[in-house]
């Protein structure tokens, strides 16, 4: 099983950070003394799981609450807090930046490994082997290009590993980037195992594929003004069903499927990033329960229903406390009197510098599908008795009643939109679900008690290509309309 901790990457080759001239540190290694062994594929391969371990893509997506009305961040990470009030701009950094360099980082260590899967002709890989190395790599690639396209629209598409002749690559359609995906995606749904993430030792299976297909369909499924694409929501709501069968089911306790010593085998998780202190561990208690630096604001935590155990799982007051006696009083300010609780580790309070965080970052788990299943079947036929069936199994979990099914298709919407809101919350799925519904500048610009002032323009919904690499491209770039 992979342990996934970091590893430097020691392949000779370039690594390049994007679609320009920059190069990722490399170890002493030369390429005649690497991809010679079993080995050498295996730590490749690792590395590429590795690249997840970024603060944009896993442990650090409760900054992506931060853009939205669920959360305000005092620290500006990520440079959320201006991105929030509008001031998105090609030189702004954080997520503008980071999303992109990161990205292509991850591209560049599939491509290569791909193009030396491709180029191998020993006898030291089994069969079964290279074939889960191809699918395990095109899902990794998939995921990155899927946010590139999510966050900035129209990139570069590189397939093959770049070199000093050919570096910089001018960008592609977000329909060329999106076909790519659904390639990818669909080659490796072919080739990866049938069984469910809790079999697969902690590598990518089928279903994490499906997952990540699924979650595309569903962001590409409305249109400009909001209204459904019936085709579209067709193959995701198909999709769901088959995911639905693939074995998962709802961790009978809501909280588990975030703490460390609760996660490995977990029946809802279907794809996460790996950690293990403490020599691969996150700072995510020291982030989230001491530095406050994700503060939840009033007007959210005041959606949640009397009674619904998601709220005190999920968020803490004041001072966090999971009743076993040991409570942690966060060092820094609380703006709102509030703070996420839902990834902390209750065995590491009290929780400081030295504290080594070792819970996995879930990426996909079935409550997602459950969700995702009920939006599209609702927005197909309305809401069916298997929207219903799926949206309280949610509810059950969370010790609430049952939603009677007597609602209309835009009121069963309103239910569902909030369920997946406080289901989801500080997962890093909100800022997206505002962006595909094509309701983010409606929803933020109403925003009362978010300490600062929001600003959504319609510009947003796609970000700015970073300055940084408008510059570097000598000119093959273009730079996103009104930026």
């Given at each position: 099983?992979?342990?996934?901790?970091?590893?430097?990457?020691?392949?000779?080759?370039?690594?390049?950070?994007?679609?320009?001239?920059?190069?990722?540190?490399?170890?002493?290694?030369?390429?005649?003394?690497?991809?010679?062994?079993?080995?050498?594929?295996d730590m490749a391969m690792t590395a590429i799981y590795?690249?997840?371990?970024?603060?944009?893509?896993?442990?650090?997506?409760?900054?992506?609450?931060?853009?939205?009305?669920?959360?305000?961040?005092?620290?500006?990470?990520?440079?959320?807090?201006?991105?929030?009030?509008?001031?998105?701009?090609?030189?702004?950094?954080?997520?503008?930046?980071?999303?992109?360099?990161?990205?292509?980082?991850?591209?560049?260590?599939?491509?290569?490994?791909?193009?030396?899967?491709?180029?191998?002709?020993?006898?030291?890989?089994?069969?079964?082997?290279?074939?889960?190395?191809?699918?395990?790599?095109?899902?990794?690639?998939?995921?990155?290009?899927?946010?590139?396209?999510?966050?900035?629209?129209?990139?570069?598409?590189?397939?093959?590993?770049?070199?000093?002749?050919?570096?910089?690559?001018?960008?592609?359609?977000?329909?060329?980037?999106?076909?790519?995906?659904?390639?990818?995606?669909?080659?490796?749904?072919?080739?990866?195992?049938?069984?469910?993430?809790?079999?697969?030792?902690?590598?990518?299976?089928?279903?994490?594929?499906?997952?990540?297909?699924?979650?595309?369909?569903?962001?590409?499924?409305?249109?400009?003004?909001?209204?459904?694409?019936?085709?579209?929501?067709?193959?995701?709501?198909?999709?769901?069903?088959?995911?639905?069968?693939?074995?998962?089911?709802?961790?009978?306790?809501?909280?588990?499927?975030?703490?460390?010593?609760?996660?490995?085998?977990?029946?809802?998780?279907?794809f996460s990033v790996k950690f293990l202190a403490p020599?691969?561990?996150?700072?995510?208690?020291?982030?989230?329960?001491?530095?406050?630096?994700?503060?939840?604001?009033?007007?959210?935590?005041?959606?949640?229903?009397?009674?619904?155990?998601?709220?005190?799982?999920?968020?803490?007051?004041?001072?966090?406390?999971?009743?076993?006696?040991?409570?942690?009083?966060?060092?820094?300010?609380?703006?709102?009197?509030?703070?996420?609780?839902?990834?902390?580790?209750?065995?590491?309070?009290?929780?400081?510098?030295?504290?080594?965080?070792?819970?996995?970052?879930?990426?996909?788990?079935?409550?997602?599908?459950?969700?995702?299943?009920?939006?599209?079947?609702?927005?197909i036929s309305g809401p069916t008795p298997e929207c219903?069936?799926?949206?309280?199994?949610?509810?059950?979990?969370?010790?609430?009643?049952?939603?009677?099914?007597?609602?209309?298709?835009?009121?069963?919407?309103?239910?569902?939109?909030?369920?997946?809101?406080?289901?989801?919350?500080?997962?890093?799925?909100?800022?997206?679900?505002?962006?595909?519904?094509?309701?983010?500048?409606?929803?933020?610009?109403?925003?009362?008690?978010?300490?600062?002032?929001?600003?959504?323009?319609?510009?947003?919904?796609?970000?700015?290509?970073?300055?940084?690499?408008?510059?570097?491209?000598?000119?093959?770039?273009?730079?996103?309309?009104?930026?």
């Amino acid at each position: 099983m992979y342990q996934f901790k970091y590893i430097v990457f020691v392949v000779i080759g370039l690594l390049l950070a994007s679609c320009s001239i920059d190069r990722e540190p490399l170890d002493k290694y030369s390429a005649s003394q690497f991809w010679n062994t079993r080995n050498d594929f295996d730590m490749a391969m690792t590395a590429i799981y590795g690249r997840l371990q970024t603060p944009v893509f896993s442990y650090g997506s409760p900054d992506w609450d931060l853009i939205t009305d669920n959360a305000y961040g005092q620290h500006n990470s990520n440079r959320a807090r201006d991105i929030a009030a509008g001031e998105i701009a090609p030189s702004l950094g954080g997520f503008i930046s980071d999303v992109y360099s990161n990205a292509y980082a991850g591209i560049a260590r599939v491509n290569i490994f791909l193009g030396k899967l491709n180029e191998y002709d020993g006898d030291f890989l089994p069969a079964d082997l290279i074939i889960s190395y191809e699918a395990e790599a095109k899902f990794m690639r998939a995921y990155y290009y899927y946010m590139l396209y999510a966050c900035y629209g129209d990139v570069p598409l590189v397939e093959q590993a770049l070199d000093l002749n050919n570096f910089v690559q001018p960008k592609a359609s977000a329909e060329e980037i999106l076909n790519f995906i659904y390639q990818d995606l669909d080659r490796a749904i072919e080739l990866l195992p049938g069984v469910t993430y809790a079999e697969g030792n902690g590598r990518v299976v089928k279903s994490s594929a499906q997952a990540l297909k699924l979650r595309v369909l569903m962001y590409t499924a409305y249109n400009s003004d909001g209204s459904p694409k019936v085709a579209v929501l067709t193959q995701a709501r198909d999709l769901a069903r088959e995911i639905m069968s693939a074995g998962y089911q709802l961790s009978p306790v809501f909280h588990d499927v975030f703490r460390d010593n609760r996660q490995e085998g977990n029946p809802e998780i279907i794809f996460s990033v790996k950690f293990l202190a403490p020599n691969n561990a996150t700072a995510m208690d020291q982030w989230y329960g001491d530095w406050v630096a994700v503060s939840p604001l009033p007007s959210f935590v005041a959606l949640f229903e009397e009674g619904d155990e998601r709220k005190e799982a999920s968020i803490f007051q004041n001072v966090v406390d999971f009743g076993t006696g040991r409570t942690h009083l966060p060092s820094n300010n609380m703006p709102t009197g509030y703070g996420v609780k839902k990834f902390l580790t209750p065995e590491n309070i009290p929780y400081d510098y030295s504290t080594r965080s070792a819970q996995d970052w879930v990426m996909f788990r079935y409550a997602d599908i459950l969700l995702s299943f009920a939006e599209a079947e609702n927005e197909i036929s309305g809401p069916t008795p298997e929207c219903y069936a799926a949206i309280n199994a949610i509810r059950t979990r969370a010790g609430l009643a049952n939603l009677e099914s007597t609602s209309s298709k835009d009121e069963f919407r309103t239910w569902l939109r909030l369920e997946r809101r406080l289901e989801l919350a500080f997962e890093g799925t909100r800022y997206f679900d505002l962006k595909r519904w094509r309701i983010a500048g409606e929803v933020l610009n109403a925003v009362e008690d978010g300490i600062i002032r929001y600003n959504f323009q319609d510009r947003f919904y796609l970000w700015p290509i970073p300055q940084s690499q408008i510059d570097r491209s000598m000119g093959v770039l273009v730079q996103n309309p009104d930026y």
